[in-house]
């Protein structure tokens, strides 16, 4: 659930610095998992996003390289699709590692989109122009796989149905690329945001919560039966 979340992020909104949920304040005690699970996640949620921002205002050189690549083929995993593009060009980091692997989040666009909320200029010229809502080509995707391979893949959620988590304005992008990102639609532009191996760990303990042995104890916290006095 939280990479569908995440990569049904638009990337102007993810950008724009304006809350994207809806946070509440934290309570000693929680009446139910449910209840600890609605409070938490959006803050998590939130958390991601800075994360995200951060490694973009940290990265540099290969990490802050548009790619653009050829998409060769699309397998359907509803919701998700798999594009598998040709892979980067790019030299290897310094670290000796692809300049993409495994959890990297990235942003696809079908135009060349710098990330400080401009589209670069189509005639090469290095001027920018304002972003305006026809540019919603663009998604953000999962690298799946070794970044060693003969191609690139990328996971994206491009559902067939809209669900209750997903907004008009997010739908309505999100099957518009689902229908161009074909093979025959040429090349895309990749982008590296960050990667999401911490954050997903967060997400998998927060998610595990139901299944732990001390799970009421941290909804209702309060002195173990040990350390409770006797009575008289």
């Known amino acids: 659930e939280m990479n569908k979340e995440v990569l049904a992020w638009d990337i102007h909104q993810m950008l ?17 998992i449910d209840q600890y699970l609605d409070i938490f996640e959006p803050l998590l949620l939130e958390e991601c996003r800075s994360q995200i ?4 205002g940290e990265s540099e050189g290969a990490a802050r390289v548009t790619h653009r690549l050829k998409l060769l ?21 310094a670290n000796g590692k692809p300049a993409l692997v495994e959890t990297d989040l990235v942003c696809v666009s079908y135009e060349p989109l710098n990330l400080d909320g401009t589209v670069e200029g189509s005639e090469g010229d290095g001027e920018a122009e304002p972003l305006t809502e026809g540019h919603e080509f663009h998604a953000l995707a999962l690298v799946s796989g070794s970044g060693h ?7 994206l959620y491009l ?28 090349e895309w532009y990749v982008q590296k945001l960050g990667n999401m191996v911490t954050i997903n760990r967060e997400f998998q303990a927060l998610y595990a919560m139901r ?22």
């Open 73 to 93: 083929a699309v397998e359907p995993c509803d919701p998700f699709r798999v594009m598998r593009f040709e892979p980067p060009a790019a030299a290897p980091t």
């Open 211 to 232: 299944e732990l042995a001390l799970c009421d104890a941290l909804l209702s916290p309060g002195p173990s039966r040990e350390m409770l006095p006797l009575s008289a």
């Open 149 to 155: 391979s003969s191609t690139l893949s990328l996971k």
């Open 53 to 56: 921002l951060r490694s973009m």
């Open 16 to 32: 724009s610095g304006e809350p994207m949920y809806s946070l509440r304040k934290v309570p000693v005690h929680f009446s139910s």
């Open 159 to 186: 559902p067939s149905e809209r669900t209750t988590r997903l907004t008009h304005s997010q739908y309505k992008r999100l099957v518009q690329l689902r229908r161009v990102m074909v093979p025959t639609s040429g």
